[in-house]
């Protein structure tokens, strides 16, 4: 492996890692209805969990109401027993063919308690984004030790990566902040 392989490896799971921090922002609700909300609860369904959305639609009618159309409606039943499960303080009402579900509003402590969930999440990215950088840096030593490459060249990888680092874990920051903005906003 060279160092460039090294340096484009160690960028691409960084990126990853920002993506799945992404996601993770998604499920976590803020005072709009959003379909990501709920789109990853799972639902015993045919024998199986699956997620919500592989079993029905998801829409948000209005800005504080979701509305879930099953694709088989023998599934309402196991789809609201999933929500209430989720544990996210979301109370579904049966329509018959569909599900209706009114967000209520959020209490300031409830608010609080999102942040500091949205901070341990950054926390976990912050922390991967190290591994990822202490991983590459063993990669770059190894490459020097298996020799054909000069310490300087090793050296300015290093650099990179930690730019790489910096850059990445900049970014996990901005999306804390938005997020932060988002879950404050009345």
């Known amino acids: 492996m060279t160092i460039d392989d090294t340096l484009l490896e160690t960028e691409e799971k960084m990126l990853k890692t920002e993506e799945h921090l992404v996601n993770q922002f998604a499920g976590v609700r803020t005072g709009k209805a959003?379909?990501?909300?709920?789109?990853?609860?799972?639902?015993?369904?045919?024998?199986?969990?699956?997620?919500?959305?592989?079993?029905?639609?998801?829409?948000?009618?209005?800005?504080?109401m979701l509305m879930v159309t099953p694709f088989d409606q023998s599934n309402v039943k196991a789809i609201e027993k999933g929500i209430q499960a989720a544990n996210l303080g979301l109370n579904p009402a049966s329509q018959g063919k569909f599900i209706r579900i009114v967000l209520p509003d959020l209490s300031a402590e409830r608010r609080q308690e999102f942040v500091k969930i949205c901070k341990k999440m950054t926390e976990d990215g912050r922390v991967a984004l190290r591994n990822e950088r202490r991983q590459a840096l063993e990669l770059l030593k190894k490459v020097k030790n298996d020799g054909g490459v000069s310490e300087d060249e090793v050296e300015t990888a290093e650099g990179e990566v930690q730019k790489l680092t910096d850059q990445y874990i900049g970014k996990l920051e901005q999306h804390l902040a938005h997020k932060e903005r988002e879950i404050l906003t009345v």
């Open 34 to 64: 959003s379909p990501s909300l709920i789109e990853n609860v799972m639902v015993e369904a045919y024998g199986s969990h699956m997620r919500l959305k592989e079993l029905a639609t998801i829409s948000a009618p209005e800005s504080r």
